[in-house]
C-alpha cells in the first residue's frame, strides 16, 4: 500500500482496483445515497469504473479522490479529497477545485469527515497553493454541511440542479497567497 498522507488516524492513499469490494459495499448502502441522487450502484462494475475514472485524474490533474484508511485496523472506509473538476459544470463552475468525502455508513458519528476535511483544506491550500476550495451539499444533508462549516469553509448559496434537487455552495479562499 502506497501511503502519501496520513492524519492521526487515517491514512490517505490513491485509489486501487484492489479497493472495489469495500467501496462497492459503501456505495451499494441507500443511506449512503439519501442525500447523492438516491443512486446506490447495483454492480461492482460501476464501482470499478469509477475507480478507473478517479485513476485517470490522477494521470491528468496529479489530484483526485484519496482510499481513506483507518490507521488502526487497515479498513477502507471511503474516500476523501480534491479533485479538479473540470467534466461538467456545476452551480455555474467549471475547471475549479472541488474538495469532497464518501464515507461507509458504519464509520459515521465518529469525526473521520471532519479530520479529513482539515487535512484536505490545508494540503490543498499549504501545499497546492489552491486559491479557491469549493464544495457543494445536498442542502438537507445536515452532517455534512456541519463538518464544511465547523471546518471554515464558509456556505455561499443555495443552488437547484437540473432536477429541481437543492444544493448548497460552500468556498474557501486561501489566506496564505
Same mark, same amino acid.
Given at each position: &500500500?502506497?501511503?502519501?498522507?496520513? $492524519?492521526?488516524?487515517?491514512l490517505?492513499?490513491?485509489?486501487?482496483? +484492489?479497493?472495489?469490494?469495500? @467501496?462497492f459495499? @459503501?456505495d451499494?448502502?441507500?443511506e449512503v445515497?439519501?442525500?447523492?441522487?438516491?443512486t446506490?450502484? %447495483?454492480?461492482?462494475?460501476?464501482?470499478?469504473?469509477?475507480?478507473?475514472?478517479? %485513476?485517470s %485524474?490522477?494521470?491528468?490533474?496529479?489530484?483526485?479522490?484519496?482510499?481513506t484508511?483507518?490507521?488502526e $485496523?487497515?479498513?477502507?472506509?471511503g474516500?476523501?479529497?480534491?479533485?479538479?473538476v473540470?467534466?461538467h459544470?456545476?452551480?455555474?463552475? $467549471?475547471?475549479?477545485?472541488?474538495?469532497?468525502y464518501?464515507?461507509n455508513?458504519?464509520?459515521?458519528?465518529?469525526?473521520?469527515?471532519?479530520? *479529513?476535511?482539515?487535512?484536505?483544506l490545508a494540503?490543498?491550500?499549504?501545499? @497546492?497553493?489552491?486559491e479557491? &476550495?469549493?464544495?457543494?451539499?445536498?442542502?438537507?444533508n445536515?452532517? *455534512?454541511n456541519?463538518?464544511l462549516?465547523?471546518?471554515? &469553509? *464558509?456556505? @455561499?448559496?443555495?443552488?437547484p440542479d437540473? +432536477?429541481?434537487v437543492?444544493?448548497k455552495?460552500? %468556498? &474557501?479562499?486561501?489566506?496564505?497567497l
Amino acid at each position: &500500500m502506497t501511503v502519501l498522507f496520513e $492524519t492521526e488516524r487515517l491514512l490517505f492513499r490513491p485509489l486501487e482496483l +484492489s479497493d472495489a469490494a469495500a @467501496m462497492f459495499e @459503501m456505495d451499494n448502502n441507500a443511506e449512503v445515497h439519501k442525500y447523492l441522487w438516491q443512486t446506490p450502484t %447495483q454492480k461492482i462494475e460501476e464501482t470499478i469504473k469509477v475507480i478507473e475514472y478517479v %485513476q485517470s %485524474q490522477y494521470a491528468k490533474h496529479a489530484i483526485g479522490r484519496y482510499a481513506t484508511i483507518l490507521k488502526e $485496523t487497515g479498513e477502507f472506509i471511503g474516500w476523501t479529497g480534491i479533485k479538479f473538476v473540470d467534466d461538467h459544470v456545476e452551480n455555474g463552475n $467549471t475547471n475549479f477545485f472541488d474538495y469532497g468525502y464518501r464515507l461507509n455508513e458504519k464509520f459515521w458519528g465518529n469525526g473521520y469527515a471532519t479530520e *479529513s476535511t482539515i487535512f484536505w483544506l490545508a494540503h490543498g491550500f499549504d501545499k @497546492m497553493n489552491i486559491e479557491t &476550495m469549493n464544495a457543494y451539499t445536498h442542502a438537507e444533508n445536515g452532517a *455534512s454541511n456541519r463538518v464544511l462549516s465547523k471546518c471554515g &469553509m *464558509s456556505f @455561499m448559496e443555495d443552488y437547484p440542479d437540473e +432536477s429541481g434537487v437543492l444544493w448548497k455552495w460552500w %468556498q &474557501m479562499k486561501n489566506t496564505n497567497l
